[in-house]
C-alpha cells in the first residue's frame, strides 16, 4: 500500500533528473568562456541527474503497479526512462574518468546527444501516460471540441424526430456520456481503468468492478457516483468539469433501473415521463427576474445611512442590483428622509412606505426613481397632489394606496400607462363610482375594492 | 478563577500536541494524505470550512411571496365532504369498495380488523361556485365565495397515516421530530424582516377538540434555537414570561440585559458555540418584543366590519377566527411566517356533525383573512395555506349509520388550497378517481408542496442546505418537484 503511495511522487521527481540533465547540457555545449570552471560542475551535475534518474525509475516502477495505464505506452516510457538511466550514469563515468586524450572521450559527445534524445523521448510519453495521448496534438483537441458539440446537438433531437431504429441507449445515453465523461474515461486516457465510450467496456466496468448492474440502480457505483453531493470526492463528473443536468442523471437513472439494455428502442417509451421530461429539457425552466434594463450594482457607501435609521435595504434577491426598500422598522420616517433615495434611485425596486409619516412632498424624490415596480403607500398622508409624482414612474405594475387621502378625482388623474397591473385602494376616499369610472378607462388594471364590506 | 481556568486550558492544548506522536509532522501528514476534519463545523467560530452553514441571506432568484400564513388543520379534513365532489358516492352509498380502488393500500390500525368498507355518502352537497363554476360544498360557503382567488390541489399524497409523524412530515420533510420546520428554515435563510418581531410565530386555536399536537411541530431541530417558533398564547399574556415582573423599570431590565450579554459575550469568544448567540438574540428580542406584543394584540383599532367579517368568535381570544386577525396583523407587520394549527379535523365517529362544528369555527375567518390580506393589497406577497396532514377514507369507519359514521386516515390523496404569493388565482390542480381515494393525474407530493412553496419564497430548494452530524439536510430531504403548474 505504502509503496503505491511513494509511486504517486514519481510525476513530482522526475523533473529533477529533466532539470539537472538540462543544465548539464547546457554548460557542455552552450558556455563557451572558462571551459575548466564548469567542468567540475558538469561531472556533478550528471551524477545528481543519474541518482534522481534512477529514483524515478523505482517510484515509475510502483506507480505503474496500479494499472492505470495504457500498457504500450508504458513499457516505451519505462524501457526509455531505464536507458535514460544507463546513458547518464556513462556519461558521469567518461566526465570523471576519461583521459581527454583517451579513444573513448570521442564517444562523450554522441552520448550526450543520445541522452538528452532519451530525456526529450522520456518526458513525452510520460506526459502522454499522464495527460493522455492528445494532449499536445492541435488537431485531437478541435476534434474533441467538435464532438461536444456534436453531442450538444445530437442531444437536442426532438421528440418528433424518433424514428423506429433509434435506441435509447445510442440517440440519449451514449451522448451524454460523450459529452460529459469520456473525456477522462475513453480508450486512451481510462481513469479508475473505467472507459464507457463503448457498450461492452461500459458494462465491464472498471477498478472496482462493475459499475453497472442493469434493473438495479441500488448497487450500481455508476448511480451513485452520479448522485454523491458534488463536494465529495467520489462524485462524478468531478468538481470543476461540467457536470450533469438533472434530467441527464434522471434519464441515466431510468434507463439503468429498466434493464440498461442497448437495444431498447426509442420509439417504444417515448410516452413515458422521463423520458419525456428529458426532451422537455425541464432543468431549462427560467428563473423569475426582473423585467427592467440591468443597472449597476448601488454603492455601498449609499446604504449605510438607511442602515443607521433601521431603514431595510436588500437586493431583492441574491446577486440582484435591483432592490427591496422596507420602511417596517421605521414608522417614524417622514419626507426629510426621502432624499437618501436620490443616492440609489435606478436600484429601488420595490418601495414599502406602509404606516409611515410619509407625505406629497416626500413623493417628489420618489418619482425620480425610474424603475420602481411596487410602490406600497398605504395609510400615508399622501393626497391627490402626489399623482404628479406617481405618474413619472414609468414601470410602476404595483400600487398600494389603501388608507391614503386620494379620492375620486385624484384617481382619474392616475395616468396609466401600460405597465401597473395592480391597484389597492380600498379605506381611501375613492368610492365605488369612481371606481367603476376608472375601470372603465382601463379595464386591464387589476383593481381590489372590497366595498361591498363600508355599506 | 478565570486566569487559572485559562491557564489550564492552554495547558491540555499543549498536553494534546506534544502527546501527539508525531507532532506536526503528523498533522501535515494527516492532511497530505486527505484526510478529512470531520467535526470542525461544529466549531462556528472556528477556521475551518466556515462557509458551509450560512444562511442564504437573501432568496436565489427573485419571490413572489415574502410571507407565508399556513393555516393547518390538523386532524385530517375529509376531502369528499369539503373540495372533492364525487357524485359516485352518493349513488355507491352502502356499497363495498371495489378492490381495485381500494388495492393495496395502507390502512390505519383502527380500521384494518374490518371486514367490510362500505363507501359512505358525503354528509354535504355541493355546487358550483365562481367564474369556473368549481363544485365546492356547502360547508365552506365562505370559502366558496373567494374560490376565485383560490389554488385548489386534489392530488396531495402523503407518506404517513397517523396524526403527529404526519404533521411532522408536512412541517419538516421527516415524520419524525427532530428536524427544522417550514418556518424555522425561512427564519434562518432569510432572515426577518421586522427587527421587533420573531420571524417565525405560531398560534394554536381552542374549541376544536382535545386532542395535542407536540411543539416539535414548530422547533428549529439543528438549525440555532432562535429560529424556532414563538408561540402566542390566547389571553392577557401573548407570550409567556414575556412582560417584566412587577417592581422592575424597563430601564433596569435594559441593564441587566446589557450586563448578562456582555458575560454571554465573553463566553462566546471562548467557545463559539452558536447556542450561545441564540440566547444574545433571544434575549434581545424579548426585549424588543415587550414594547411591539401590546401594539398587536390590542384589537381596539379595528372597525366593526373587519371584525364582522372574520365571525363572531374574532371577539374570544384563541379562537381560529381570532388567530386569523392575529395573523393578519402580523402579516401587515412583515412577520415572515405565521403558522396556526386548528385541531379538531379528526372525525372517526360521528362526521357529520364533527365536520359540521369544525367548518363553522374556520371557514368564515379563513376567507375572511384572505379577503383582508387582499384589500390591503398584502395577499400579492403573502402565501396563504389551508390544509391538514392527510384526508380521509372514503369507506365508512365503523357501521355506517346516517349521524354516527366516520372516515379513517387516508394519506392516498387529500385536499388543500392556497391563495396569493404568486401561486394562480382560480384553478383545480390534480385528479382523483371516482372515490376521491386514489390519485389520477398530477401528484402532489408533500415535497413538492414544500419544494413549491421555497420557489415561491425564491428559495432553490436543492440549494438550501444545512449540515449537521456529517449529514447535508434539506427540507425536501432528497426529493421534491416544484409543481410549476401551481405557479401563475
Redesign the interface.
Known amino acids: 500500500m505504502i509503496y503505491k ?1 511513494i509511486g504517486h511522487f514519481h510525476p513530482l521527481l522526475v523533473h529533477i533528473p529533466i532539470g539537472v540533465l538540462l543544465l548539464a547540457f547546457i554548460l557542455e555545449f552552450f558556455v563557451i568562456k572558462k571551459k575548466a570552471v564548469y567542468s567540475f560542475i558538469i561531472e556533478i551535475t550528471l551524477l545528481i541527474g543519474c541518482i534522481a534518474g534512477i529514483l524515478s525509475a523505482l517510484l515509475g516502477w510502483f506507480l505503474s503497479d496500479s494499472g492505470e495505464y495504457d500498457v504500450a505506452l508504458l513499457i516505451r516510457h519505462q524501457w526509455l526512462g531505464i536507458s535514460l538511466c544507463c546513458t547518464t550514469f556513462f556519461l558521469w563515468g567518461l566526465k570523471k574518468f576519461a583521459r581527454p586524450e583517451a579513444v573513448i572521450s570521442r564517444a562523450y559527445t554522441p552520448l550526450f546527444f543520445v541522452t538528452m534524445l532519451l530525456l526529450l523521448l522520456t518526458g513525452h510519453f510520460g506526459g502522454s501516460l499522464t495527460h493522455g495521448e492528445d494532449y499536445l496534438s492541435f488537431q485531437a483537441m478541435e476534434q474533441e471540441e467538435k464532438k461536444n458539440a456534436a453531442a450538444s446537438v445530437q442531444k437536442q433531437i426532438q421528440i418528433t424526430q424518433i424514428t423506429p431504429d433509434l435506441t435509447v441507449y445510442k440517440s440519449l445515453v451514449n451522448p451524454i456520456f460523450t459529452s460529459k465523461c469520456t473525456s477522462c474515461h475513453n480508450e486512451k486516457k481510462k481513469k479508475g481503468n473505467f472507459q464507457l465510450h463503448t457498450f461492452e467496456l461500459l458494462l465491464k466496468g472498471g477498478k472496482s468492478g462493475k459499475k453497472m448492474i442493469a434493473d438495479s440502480v441500488e448497487n450500481s457505483e455508476l448511480v451513485r457516483r452520479m448522485l454523491l ?1 458534488k463536494n465529495e ?1 467520489k462524485h462524478m463528473p468531478p468538481k470543476g468539469k461540467r457536470q450533469l443536468t438533472k434530467a441527464e442523471i434522471d434519464l441515466i437513472y431510468w434507463w439503468i433501473q429498466n434493464g440498461a439494455s442497448p437495444e431498447k428502442k426509442l420509439i417504444a417509451v417515448k410516452t413515458n415521463d422521463t423520458i419525456k421530461a428529458f426532451f422537455a429539457n425541464q432543468e431549462s ?1 427560467i ?4 423585467h427592467l434594463q440591468n443597472v449597476k450594482e448601488a454603492n455601498p457607501a449609499d446604504l449605510l445611512p438607511f442602515e443607521k435609521i ?1 431603514w ?1 435595504v ?5 446577486g ?1 442590483p435591483f432592490l427591496e426598500v ?1 420602511a ?2 421605521v414608522p417614524s420616517l417622514n419626507d426629510t428622509y426621502t432624499t437618501l433615495l436620490l443616492k440609489i434611485a435606478p436600484q429601488v425596486a420595490w418601495l414599502q412606505l ?1 404606516d409611515t409619516k410619509i407625505t406629497d412632498a416626500g413623493m417628489a424624490d420618489i418619482a425620480k426613481c425610474p424603475n420602481v415596480l411596487k410602490l ?1 403607500l ?1 395609510n400615508t398622508g399622501i393626497t391627490n397632489a402626489s399623482l404628479q409624482s406617481i405618474n413619472q414612474l414609468k414601470q410602476l405594475e ?1 400600487l ?1 394606496i ?1 388608507g391614503t387621502g386620494i379620492d375620486d378625482i385624484g384617481l382619474l388623474q392616475l395616468n396609466v400607462n401600460k405597465s401597473l397591473k ?1 391597484l ?1 385602494c ?2 381611501s376616499k375613492i368610492t365605488k363610482e369612481g371606481v367603476a369610472r376608472f375601470k372603465a378607462i382601463n379595464p386591464s388594471v387589476e383593481i ?3 366595498n361591498q ?2 355599506n | 478563577m478565570n486566569e487559572l481556568f485559562d491557564l489550564n486550558y492552554q495547558k491540555k492544548r499543549r498536553d494534546f500536541l506534544r502527546g501527539t506522536v508525531l507532532g506536526l509532522g503528523g498533522i501535515a501528514l494527516d492532511s497530505l ?2 484526510c478529512k476534519q470531520g467535526n470542525s463545523e461544529k466549531l462556528k467560530g472556528g477556521n475551518l470550512e466556515q462557509d458551509i452553514n450560512q444562511p ?9 411571496a415574502k410571507r407565508v400564513i399556513y393555516l393547518f388543520q390538523n386532524g385530517g379534513p375529509a376531502q369528499m365532504e369539503l373540495f372533492d365532489y364525487k357524485p359516485t358516492l352518493y349513488k355507491m352509498h352502502g356499497k363495498e369498495i371495489p378492490e381495485s380502488v381500494i388495492g393495496q393500500n395502507r390502512v390505519s390500525g383502527m380500521v384494518s380488523n374490518q371486514y367490510s368498507f362500505p363507501l359512505a355518502m358525503p354528509a354535504s352537497s355541493f355546487s358550483p361556485f365562481g367564474a369556473n363554476g368549481t363544485y365546492l360544498s356547502e360547508l365552506i360557503p365562505h370559502t366558496a365565495s373567494i374560490v376565485d382567488d383560490l389554488c385548489i390541489v386534489h392530488s396531495m399524497v402523503t407518506e404517513q397515516i397517523n396524526h403527529e409523524p404526519a404533521l411532522i412530515f408536512t412541517q419538516t420533510g421527516n415524520q419524525l421530530s427532530g428536524r427544522p420546520t417550514i418556518g424555522s428554515w425561512l427564519s434562518y435563510g432569510l432572515g426577518s ?4 418581531l420573531p420571524s417565525f410565530i405560531v398560534m394554536l386555536s381552542k374549541g376544536g377538540d382535545n386532542s395535542q399536537i407536540s411543539n416539535a411541530a414548530w422547533s428549529s431541530g439543528f438549525l440555532p434555537s432562535y429560529h424556532q417558533g414563538v408561540q402566542f398564547m390566547p389571553g392577557k399574556d401573548p407570550v409567556l414570561f414575556l412582560n417584566t415582573p412587577d417592581g422592575v423599570d424597563r430601564m433596569d431590565r435594559r441593564r441587566a440585559l446589557d450586563f448578562i450579554k456582555n458575560f454571554n459575550q465573553l463566553q462566546n469568544e471562548k467557545f463559539h458555540d452558536p447556542e450561545i448567540e441564540s440566547q444574545i438574540t433571544q434575549a434581545e428580542m424579548a426585549y424588543k418584543m415587550q414594547l411591539a406584543i401590546p401594539s398587536i394584540t390590542d384589537l381596539s383599532d379595528e372597525p366593526q ?2 371584525l364582522d ?1 372574520y365571525g363572531p368568535d374574532v371577539k374570544v381570544p384563541g379562537t381560529f377566527a381570532h388567530n386569523c386577525l392575529m395573523a393578519r396583523r402580523l402579516a ?3 412577520v415572515r411566517y405565521i403558522q396556526l394549527f386548528h385541531l379538531g379535523w379528526d372525525h372517526h365517529g360521528a362526521l357529520a356533525s364533527g365536520i359540521r362544528r369544525a367548518t363553522k369555527q374556520t371557514d368564515q375567518a379563513s376567507a375572511a383573512l384572505v ?1 383582508d390580506l ?4 398584502l395577499l ?1 406577497d403573502t402565501l396563504v395555506v389551508w390544509g391538514g396532514e392527510f384526508g380521509r377514507t372514503s369507506f365508512s369507519q365503523g357501521k355506517l349509520t346516517p349521524d354516527g359514521f366516520g372516515r379513517d386516515h387516508h394519506p392516498g390523496c387529500y385536499t388543500i388550497w392556497m391563495a396569493g404569493g404568486g401561486v394562480k388565482p382560480g384553478i383545480v390542480h390534480g385528479l382523483t378517481d371516482d372515490f376521491a381515494h386514489n390519485v389520477v393525474r398530477d401528484k402532489v407530493h408533500v415535497h413538492d408542496f414544500q419544494a413549491t412553496l421555497l420557489y415561491l419564497l ?1 428559495i432553490d430548494h436543492e440549494q438550501f442546505i444545512f449540515k449537521s452530524q456529517g449529514r ?1 439536510y434539506r427540507l425536501t430531504d432528497v426529493a421534491g418537484n ?1 409543481i ?1 403548474n401551481l405557479i401563475a
Open positions: 503511495f453531493d470526492e425552466v428563473k423569475p427576474a426582473l433601521h431595510l436588500k437586493p431583492v434577491s441574491k440582484s422596507n417596517i422598522n406602509a406600497n398605504k404595483y398600494n389603501v395592480k389597492f380600498w379605506d381590489d375594492f372590497f364590506f363600508l | 494524505l486527505g442564504l441571506g437573501g432568496p436565489h432568484f427573485v419571490p413572489t424582516m421586522n427587527e421587533n366590519y373587519i367579517m401587515e407587520k412583515d379577503k387582499k384589500q390591503r393589497g400579492d425564491g447535508r416544484v410549476h
